[in-house]
């Protein structure tokens, strides 16, 4: 029995809506699980200092963060694929930093997910990564951000002390990190 065009079209329409609805309401999770996220603040003076918190705290929420838009790598020191893809991270932020136009507004951060503060401390030696890195020693982010593999982006974009947008959103490995950086820009519009 063969299904008339029209049908057919619109079992295809059905299916994207219902696809882009998915994806909303995955984004929506999203949003609410990294509002919550409370992480360990980084020790090191210098990493505090890049993202604008004060010395005494000890934990903090992403949108504490003094950044317009934070690119976010979600990773575990176990992924071989954040492994190799640690040396393109960490371009990205060479990258960023060299940047002067938006270097102060756009920031990035590592969050080994279900990892130790040991255990991202011995990721971060071993690639050399420059940028702040937390630890997730409570599974917090592991048992609150769903439905990803790492390596994963977020490019989030923050206001008044908390995450207004996700502006990005892609489990896998960026080709090129001016490229994806180029692109962070242009779909955050940040000028």
């Known amino acids: 029995m063969r299904i008339p065009a029209i049908m057919a079209g619109m079992g295809m329409a059905a299916l994207v ?27 090191a003076a210098g990493d505090r200092e890049y993202l604008g ?41 060479r990258v960023l930093d060299s940047r ?7 920031k990035m951060i590592g969050i080994g997910v279900g990892n130790s503060r040991y255990e991202v401390g011995i990721f971060k030696d071993k690639y050399s990564s420059p940028f702040p890195m937390f630890d997730d020693r ?16 977020f490019a989030l974009r923050i206001r008044e002390g908390s995450i207004h947008e996700i502006v990005y959103s892609k489990s896998g490995a960026f080709p090129d990190a001016e490229a994806f950086l180029d692109m962070i820009v242009k779909e955050s519009g940040i000028k």
Request: glycine share 2%.
């Open 17 to 43: 809506l219902f696809s882009a609805a998915s994806t909303l309401e995955a984004r929506d999770d999203h949003l609410r699980a990294l509002n919550a996220l409370t992480l360990y603040a980084p020790e």
């Open 53 to 93: 918190l004060d010395d005494e705290e000890e934990k903090i929420s992403l949108g504490q963060i003094d950044a317009e838009i934070l690119i976010v790598e979600i990773f575990s020191m176990y992924c071989p694929h954040c492994q190799k893809h640690a040396p393109d991270a960490n371009k990205l932020f």
């Open 100 to 106: 002067k136009d938006i270097r102060n507004k756009v």
């Open 138 to 153: 409570d599974s917090v982010a592991l048992s609150t951000i769903s439905g990803i593999y790492t390596p994963h982006y």
